[in-house]
């Protein structure tokens, strides 16, 4: 059975830091490009971050660029996401996510990833 498994998920105070795992299992996704997702309640699933299996090049939004940073270690079939300066606003759902392995460069939609954890919650106390 393949999965994603994120944890790391929490309470913290603003301007705190937290590390988000994705571990997979039942298969390698070391040549599938991986992306973190949030959701926050009442808010639809937005892109965070994406890396490329392909070169490690990475891609983050703009509401976390500066604060968070994706990375990968594929002996470990695992993602991470070092959240840094939390704010309030951060507080979310976090999901990770890999996609299909097909495509040339790694998206920021929801419907280009194929495989997705159960999400990990995110409470950023203000």
């Known amino acids: 059975q393949v999965q994603l498994v994120e944890s790391g998920g929490g309470l913290v105070q603003a301007g705190g830091s937290l590390r988000l795992s994705c571990a997979g299992s039942?298969?390698?996704?070391?040549?599938?490009?991986m992306g973190w997702f949030r959701q926050a309640p009442g808010k639809e699933r937005e892109f965070v971050a994406n890396?490329?299996?392909?070169?490690?090049?990475?891609l983050h939004a703009d509401s976390v660029k500066g604060r968070f940073t994706i990375s990968r270690d594929n002996a470990k079939n695992t993602v991470y996401l070092q959240m840094n300066s939390l704010k309030p606003e951060d507080t979310a759902v976090y999901y990770c996510?890999?996609?299909?392995?097909?495509?040339?460069?790694?998206?920021?939609?929801?419907?280009?990833?194929?495989?997705w954890g159960q999400g990990t919650q995110v409470t950023v106390s203000s």
């Open positions: 996510a890999a996609d299909g392995g097909i495509r040339i460069i790694p998206g920021r939609a929801t419907f280009e990833y194929d495989y």
């Open positions: 039942g298969r390698t996704f070391s040549r599938n490009h």
């Open positions: 890396i490329s299996w392909r070169d490690g090049t990475t």
